[in-house]
Structure formats: structure tokens, C-alpha cells
């Protein structure tokens, strides 16, 4: 057994890390300058970040414990809860490894002087099969009460968390279960294949305003292609389109996805990418169209194939992506995404015009900040116009079962976030502020502010659509947590948490309300999928 335990755990696992905050900032403190490394394609793939069994026991400082001063029972113990899966079974030929997941936390939001909780119980099942074939999958059952704010955007958006469709639980709960799984194949040293049901995330940032992991999980199919200095991703969805007036037999609409991102290490420090998706439904209300095959092209520019096929066929986006290390630790970042857009809007940007859909980023990280080996800071802006990732009809707008597939702030606002993660041992500290303003309705005049709607439904002419529009909803929200890891192999953690959240308008009305929350946590968490809780309110 002692043989098997030294060569378990995090070695041999499943392709790709786990898409989570606390992985990513791992991972960019671990990886050296690279042109072999695309720090923009996540989840990321096990073969280019290793992270194996020592590089966790020095990170968290786990050593061995002494047998001559304890007892058999407490070194099993010592290992199950501590340092090493709770099941496993490893082999030359085959590995699979079962593990529990937790989410117990409660606590008391000042705000409202209500209490809150979340219990979420699971287990996760991973491992390989050969040298080449990888699977994970994990599923968790949640019920919950949470702060006023965070159960209006539940109610707007119908799920919880971006996890999955929820039902009432209580008086005024949720339950919601929630699942991932995945299946990997590398296809000798250029090519890995993968599909399941997950999120994927395009982008060197806390956000992205390509693809964020922000939304509900879809199904995918997705090839990645590294070659020399280059990463080719092509990534193909299956996703719903949740409005209730489409749905046909009680089933939810299908919209289907292809995306392209590309991946270019130009030098050590210089990084180039480029992004276009398509989503593809009918812009003609009542009618269901499947996926297009035309579009499984792998290297065709969708927006000329779009043209070919006629543009009432589904909504394409491109985007530009660059990464520069300024010193060998510091990198600045940008992104900017176009939708539809044109040269008389574009003439007329200054006067509002509603035909100038795009976002853009500005950023830079910091890991290994000022020498420290475990301090991480990031700064970052965020910015879209109205009606970025809007269409001509749901079935074609840039979401997933009501989520959107950007930015969780959609369209039509301006975010601030700073963000700083230190860790000694098994200790972790994060402080994340979040500050901006998006606009807020507050009639039925379509001012660009909600994705559902259409584009063709201006509410003011074509001009005088700018950011803020008509009413400026001013957010801010802090976030301070402090954790203990209890088992580093799956990242459960003792955990205590605290938010405040303020928000104001520019000016008063009956349909306006702020909210605000006070929210103190504390509890056990398994930190092996993301949790952001950071979004806003359309209205």
C-alpha cells in the first residue's frame, strides 16, 4: 500500500484541471514564462501545467508523519483526511480515484437579519484508463437560503449560481442539483479530444468577454490542437434557449455553439489571440433549426460563412486577444470582442448610436507579487456598450438557460475588479472588490440593457444609447474570505467569509430598488468547481 499511496493522488488524474479560482491562481504561480504554455485556454490541460503529488506536498507543507509515534488507526486517518484520496485503485494499465464533496456553510446577512445556509453533498469519480484516455465526473444535490439580493437574481434567472435550474425549497429557498463529467482522449502529441458537460473559459483575466464559466454547463465537444508556439481550440455546444413562449412540448428550445480561439505565443512575452463564435438557431420565431454542419469547418471565418448561408441563420462574434509580460512575473492583458456593428454607427459613437456592439478589458496579474512566492494580484476593467451579446431573438442571443455566456454583468455596464490571494502552507487569505455601474430600465423602452430582448426593439431611436443608459445602477461589493485546507488532494477547506454589497441610482423611481447585503459565512467547502457571486441585476 505504501508504494500505491506514494504514486497516487494527483498523479495521472484526468486531463484538465479543475475550473476554479483557486486552481487558476495556482497554476500562474507555477508556470514559468513559455511558449509551449497558453495561459488563455482554460480549463487547462495536466500536460503542459503538471501538478502532481510533491508540488502539492510543498506546497501546503505536508509532511510525513512519524510511525513510531502513532498508531496505525491514526496514520489512516491522518492519510484518508489529510493527504490522500478516499478511495483509490492505481495500476500500470488503469487509475480511478472517488472523492467526497462538500458545501456546508451558514450564516447571518445583517442586511435583512435573516440567516443563511447552503448544504451541498456529492461525490466526485475520476481517473484514466491506458496512457491516453481520461474521465471525471462529479455530481451534488444543494438546498439553500440566501441573502435578498442573490435570491432576486435567482428568480430572475431561474437557476442558482450558474450551476444549474432551480426549484423552491422552503418558504424562500432553493434546491438545485448540480453536475459536471468529461471524458479525454490525446490523440499522440498534437491533439486532444474531449466531450462532456462542463464550461470552458477563454481568457488571461478574472473575466472573460469571449466565453466566461460563469453559466449553467453545456454539453461540448471540443478539440485542441497545439503546434510549435500555437493552441487551436475548436469547441462545439449544445446549449437551451430558456424563454417559455418557445418552448415546444415542455422541452426548452436547442441553440447549438461553434466557437474558434486561437492561441498564438509569439515570443516568451508576447501572446496574440483571436476568438469568433457563432450561435446558431433561427431568428424567426416558432421555427427550430438544428446545428448546421456547414459550421463543423474547423478554420473557416464564420462571419463569411454566416453571409453564404444567410445571416438569418445565427449571430457570429469575433474578438482580438493580447497578453504582454512586462517583467517576468507582471502581465498586462486585454481583450475586445465585436458583435454587430457598423461604419455609420461607428461615425456616430460620440451621438449614442445603438449599432456599436462591442466590450473590451484592460488588465494585469501579478503572481509571486514584489518577490513573495504565494501573494497574487490582479487589476482589471471591464467595459460593454448596449445590446452587446443581444440578437434578434433568444434563440440567438449570446446565453445558455437564461445565463450569460460572457460576462455575468451582460451588457450595458463598466466593471472595476481588484483581486489578492496569499497563501503560507495550508492557510489562504483572499480580498476581491468589485466596482462599476450598468444600466438599469425602468419602463418597457428596450435601452440595450437586457440580452433576452431584441435589438430591432429600440426604445429611443437609433441614437442615445451610452453606457449607464437611462438609469446608472452604481454597484460595489467587497468580498474577504480566510480559509484553512483540510485535504489538498480536492481542496476542502475550512472556510470563513465575509460580503458587503452597496448599490445606488442616479435618480428615483417606483420600479428602482437597491440591495444591498451584510453576509457573514462560515463552513466547509470543496473548492473544485467556481463560485462567483459577484453578478448584478438587469432590473
Known amino acids: 500500500m505504501s508504494n500505491v499511496y506514494a504514486q497516487s493522488s ?4 484526468y486531463e484538465f484541471h479543475p475550473l476554479n479560482l483557486e486552481t487558476k491562481i ?11 504554455i497558453h495561459t488563455s485556454v482554460w480549463p487547462q490541460r495536466r500536460t503542459y ?20 509515534k502513532s498508531s496505525r488507526f491514526t496514520r489512516w486517518i491522518d492519510k484518508k483526511l489529510l493527504r490522500e484520496d478516499l478511495i483509490f485503485a492505481k495500476s500500470k494499465d488503469y487509475a480511478f480515484y472517488i472523492n467526497p464533496v462538500l458545501h456546508l456553510q451558514i450564516g447571518r446577512d445583517a442586511f435583512t437579519q435573516r440567516q443563511t445556509y447552503l448544504n451541498s453533498r456529492g461525490v466526485t469519480v475520476d481517473g484514466k484508463i491506458g496512457n491516453n484516455l481520461t474521465f471525471q465526473t462529479f455530481f451534488i444535490e444543494n438546498q439553500g437560503y440566501f441573502p435578498e439580493f442573490m435570491n432576486e437574481y435567482f428568480r430572475q434567472k431561474g437557476s442558482a449560481f450558474g450551476w444549474t435550474l432551480h426549484r423552491g425549497y422552503g418558504r424562500s429557498g432553493f434546491d438545485f442539483p448540480f453536475s459536471l463529467g468529461q471524458v479525454s482522449y ?27 464559466d ?8 471540443r478539440i485542441e490542437t497545439t503546434v510549435w508556439k500555437f493552441k487551436y481550440v475548436n469547441l462545439y455546444t449544445a446549449m437551451s434557449d430558456i424563454t417559455r413562449s418557445f418552448m415546444t412540448s ?35 420565431l416558432g421555427i427550430q433549426r438544428g446545428f448546421d454542419v456547414n459550421f463543423l469547418n474547423p478554420i473557416i471565418l464564420y462571419r463569411a460563412l454566416e453571409a453564404n448561408r444567410g445571416f438569418n441563420t445565427g449571430n457570429a462574434m469575433i474578438g482580438v486577444g493580447a497578453s504582454y509580460k512586462v517583467f517576468k512575473r507582471l502581465t498586462a492583458y486585454t481583450q475586445i470582442a465585436f458583435d454587430d456593428f457598423s461604419f455609420e454607427g461607428l461615425g456616430k459613437l460620440s451621438q ?31 467595459q460593454a456598450r448596449p445590446f452587446m451579446y443581444a440578437h434578434r431573438s433568444t434563440i440567438t442571443n449570446y446565453e445558455h438557460l437564461g445565463l450569460p455566456l460572457a460576462h455575468p454583468w451582460e451588457t450595458n455596464f463598466r466593471e472595476t475588479v481588484l483581486l489578492g490571494h496569499y497563501s503560507y502552507k495550508r492557510w489562504e487569505a483572499l480580498a476581491k472588490l468589485n466596482v462599476g455601474f450598468r444600466g438599469t430600465d425602468t419602463s418597457t423602452a428596450n435601452w440595450g440593457n437586457d440580452i433576452r430582448r431584441s435589438y430591432e426593439e429600440l426604445g429611443n431611436g437609433q441614437l442615445g444609447y451610452y453606457i449607464g443608459s437611462p438609469v446608472k445602477r452604481a454597484i460595489i461589493q467587497a468580498t474577504f474570505r480566510v480559509a484553512y485546507v483540510l485535504q489538498p488532494v480536492v481542496n476542502m477547506r475550512l ?37 462567483k457571486d459577484d453578478f448584478a441585476l438587469i432590473r
Do not use: C
Not at 501545467?49 to 513510531?68: F, M, T
Not at 445606488?504 to 457573514?520: D, G, I, R, V
Open 10 to 13: 494527483l498523479e495521472g488524474r
Open 49 to 68: 501545467v503538471k501538478a502532481d503529488l510533491e508540488s502539492y506536498k510543498q506546497l501546503y507543507g505536508i509532511s510525513s508523519i512519524d510511525p513510531s
Open 495 to 531: 472556510e470563513a467569509s465575509y460580503t458587503w454589497r452597496n448599490e445606488s441610482f442616479n435618480m428615483t423611481h417606483p420600479s428602482l430598488k437597491a440591495y444591498s447585503m451584510n453576509w457573514f459565512n462560515i463552513g466547509v467547502r470543496t473548492a473544485i468547481f467556481g463560485w
Open 352 to 382: 449614442g448610436h445603438y449599432m456599436n456592439f462591442f466590450a473590451w478589458q484592460l488588465g494585469i496579474r501579478y503572481p509571486k507579487a514584489f518577490g513573495l512566492q504565494r501573494l497574487f494580484l490582479l487589476a482589471e476593467v471591464n
Open 26 to 36: 495556482f497554476i500562474l504561480d507555477k508556470a514559468e514564462p513559455s511558449e509551449q
Open 214 to 221: 460563469h453559466t449553467i454547463p453545456y454539453g461540448f465537444f
Open 250 to 284: 415542455g422541452r426548452f428550445l436547442p441553440k447549438y455553439s461553434a466557437m474558434h480561439y486561437l492561441s498564438w505565443n509569439i515570443s516568451n512575452k508576447f501572446n496574440l489571440s483571436f476568438f469568433e463564435s457563432i450561435v446558431l438557431g433561427s431568428d424567426t
Open 186 to 212: 490525446n490523440a499522440g502529441r498534437f491533439f486532444n479530444f474531449s466531450a462532456g458537460h462542463g464550461n470552458h473559459f477563454f481568457g488571461e483575466g478574472y473575466r472573460s468577454l469571449f466565453l466566461d
